[in-house]
DNA sequence: TTGAAAGCGCTAACAT
DNA sequence: ATGTTAGCGCTTTCAA
């Protein structure tokens, strides 16, 4: 039994010294490639594990130009979808060793800069980018590196991959919910018509509804939610009989706008969201149905794509849109009915 | 001039070929150390610069025995506090050029092992410990680490430092602020009494207020907000002018069990929150008067002493309480002459 | 089956 | 003022 050294990490040398063979059969039997005698073997691994060997991931580092490490730079500066999608991609990674430096830029071009070189310097093997939208540029500029990037809840240029929530797919969710329940005039209230998430919705909603819908685009806000219903009031004899807001927190105003006056959610009328931002949809009353764009899962995604490019394994080019899911609250009518009816 | 090299990074080798020097010269001129004739340092940093020349951290690193490199090992899975701290934690070291590798465990033991382990493999020289709550004890055992570590948003051991919210600082500054807008009787409404940070907060505002003055102990909800308040108002006579609620979310149900009851915030009652959740505080009708945690700053002061722990530098040791601060929005009355009086 | 030696990219003694 | 050499901890030929 040989005695852990405690002050100083101990090398593949105290190893071999230990059990009495050279750094290469050390070597090799850790690492189970070339020829080992079974015994020696053995010896060496009981002996490594008995002082506490772990690899210098440095030294090995140096020798095969791999690092296991990769850089996630946001743009948030919230955390709200970073890391719930930095986690994804850790969680996929973790498994094969590599580990992330997370590089919060609150776009801030210098930051980002420095961000990005130190990352550069420690040879990262691959960088992804994060952001809070999907239709704003990069503080800085990927394009030119030569180790893999990967956009996530962001688009890259056409010849990289990218992985961005499918607000189509969401949106239609949305709709068939309210559908199912019953509903046969919806309407959809969203925030500015600006953002790429807010068009591409609206877009889907009118596809599915009525092509010529008007569609309330205004703010990501509760404020915004409240003063739509207070316009529609004002504007229409007979409501809608569901509303498909545009994120959770509008969904949040259009409800209390509701309950101001008195109607009622989900019997009167129904309610989806959009976003899953649990500490809005959750405390909402009635809670909120609605829309998760699954944004552990899209770092699940990019997570696996860096792994694939950093072993020159081919990945999706262009932007790959990941489906959404449903999360039933109580915002929307249940229709006895409709279970049966299929 | 020379062309650069694109498809591998460029090495000091490169850099000392071309100048026409040897490495250690090279080397010496980069760095600034050693005698090194000024027009052969200009000569080499051109070149380098021209070139592109960027040393290679992992090989310094194998040398210096310093990775410049952290570890911020998370429980949260939400990011609600964990991209602030960790984001203050970064603003300090990154230009100091340590890279800060993020762990999310959300509370897994197995995962958070997997992490530790590849941090250790990877040489990093410290680990930051953040937590969502300060009573909790971290999923791994970091106490019998080599290198140092802090903790943030958590209470460590003893003899480590840890950098947490002045609780009783906060709750202060919250009943303060009611004071000053003239309520003479507050109340405290607020999470559940198993937690630290609602004893802290609840003992503080016992101290001020009214030894034997009943708290309101619950959920950290927005339903608990709102019973708290159907309750209070049941069973008695009269309103308290001012409250104190111990989360945004629980202020907000308050808010919204005042309103209704048609009654008036801050006309007929002020109420204050804690946590400055923005997504919760800027939309409550009105907006939320709170306690902001200063979370970026206990991720700043979190770094600073990583960063003199690294150089061996004496720390403070033990729990170190940051002060909070107070966001002024619309939830308390004004009181004109307050600001007269002093 | 095992060991000696070279080298990843860099820094720091030590010669010159 | 500059160059040569050794070595950080490891992997990998190549000999033995």
Chains 1, 2 share one sequence.
Not at 58 to 69: F, G, H, I
Not at 160 to 177: E, K, N, R
Not at 306 to 332: A, F, H, Q, Y
């Amino acid at each position: 039994m040989v005695k852990p050294i405690l002050h100083r990490r101990c090398t593949l040398r105290d190893v071999a010294k230990a059990a009495d063979v050279s750094l290469s059969t050390a070597s090799n039997a850790l690492n189970g490639v070339g020829r080992v005698n079974a015994e020696t073997r053995e010896r060496v691994l009981r002996i490594a594990q008995e002082i506490g060997f772990r690899p210098n991931a440095l030294a090995r580092s140096l020798l095969s130009r791999r690092s296991l490490t990769i850089g996630i730079i946001t743009d948030d500066t919230y955390g709200r979808l970073t890391l719930p999608i930095s986690s994804g991609v850790s969680e996929v990674l973790v498994d094969h060793g590599v580990s992330a430096f997370l590089c919060a830029t609150s776009g801030d071009k210098r930051l980002a800069e420095l961000h990005l070189q130190a990352l550069l310097d420690k040879q990262v093997d691959g960088i992804i980018f994060t952001a809070t939208r999907l239709d704003v540029d990069p503080p800085i500029d990927l394009t030119a590196l030569n180790i893999p990037v990967v956009y996530a809840f962001a688009a890259g240029p056409s010849h990289s991959t990218s992985f961005v929530p499918d607000d189509a797919h969401g949106a239609m969710l949305a709709i068939a919910c309210l559908e199912a329940a019953g509903c046969r005039e919806i309407l959809h209230i969203t925030g500015p018509e600006g953002w790429l998430a807010a068009r591409n919705r609206a877009a889907a909603y009118r596809d599915r509804c009525r092509p010529a819908s008007p569609v309330m685009f205004g703010e990501w806000s509760e404020e915004w939610g409240h003063a739509a219903i207070e316009q529609v009031l004002a504007a229409r004899e007979k409501l809608p009989d569901g509303i498909f807001c545009g994120s959770d927190e509008i969904a949040r105003g259009v409800l209390d706008g509701l309950r101001d006056h008195g109607i009622s959610v989900p019997d009167d009328i129904s309610v989806i969201g959009f976003d899953n931002w649990e500490v809005v949809s959750r405390q909402t009353r009635p809670p909120l149905t609605t829309i998760d764009m699954e944004l552990k899962e899209i770092g699940h995604r990019a997570g696996l794509a860096m792994l694939r490019l950093t072993r020159n394994e081919p990945v999706d080019k262009g932007i790959t849109r990941l489906p959404c899911s449903l999360v039933r609250r109580e915002s929307v009518a249940k229709r006895p009915g409709a279970e049966q009816r299929r």
